[in-house]
Nanobody, 123 residues
Framework: QVQLVESGGGLVQAGGSVRLSCAAS????????RGWFRQAPGKEREFVAA????????HYADSVKGRFTISRDNAKNTVFLQMNNLKPDDTAVYYC????????????????WGQGTQVTVSS
């Protein structure tokens, strides 16, 4: 069974930085890709960033482009989300997920999800 566990969330001031981690257990497959989503209270879950596992190609939502960086450590089966210049609108629960469709931005194309980690940005 594949398990994803996010960590690194917390309270940060606007303009600050946070790095999220997502560790995966189970057998690793190079054909899979990993993505980050976020969901604020009362809002729909939205795509943040994705990365292919073998080649490391990335794709970002326009709202975070230039501020967030997604990366991965294949040996440790871990994906990261470096978040810089945070804004109050970035406040949400952040989820790590796995997909067979590289760089997909659609939640229904992801088959495994982590429990989420809260990121709160104060003004």
């Amino acid at each position: 069974q594949v398990q994803l566990v996010e960590s690194g969330g917390g309270l940060v001031q606007a303009g600050g930085s946070v790095r999220l981690s997502c560790a995966a257990s189970g057998r690793a497959f190079s054909g899979y890709a990993r993505g980050w989503f976020r969901q604020a209270p009362g809002k729909e879950r939205e795509f943040v960033a994705a990365i292919t596992w073998s080649g490391g190609s990335t794709h970002y939502a326009d709202s975070v482009k230039g501020r967030f960086t997604i990366s991965r450590d294949n040996a440790k089966n871990t994906v990261f989300l470096q978040m810089n210049n945070l804004k109050p609108d970035d406040t949400a629960v952040y989820y790590c997920a796995r997909t067979l469709r590289p760089l997909s931005s659609w939640p229904y194309e992801y088959d495994y999800w982590g429990q989420g980690t809260q990121v709160t940005v104060s003004s």
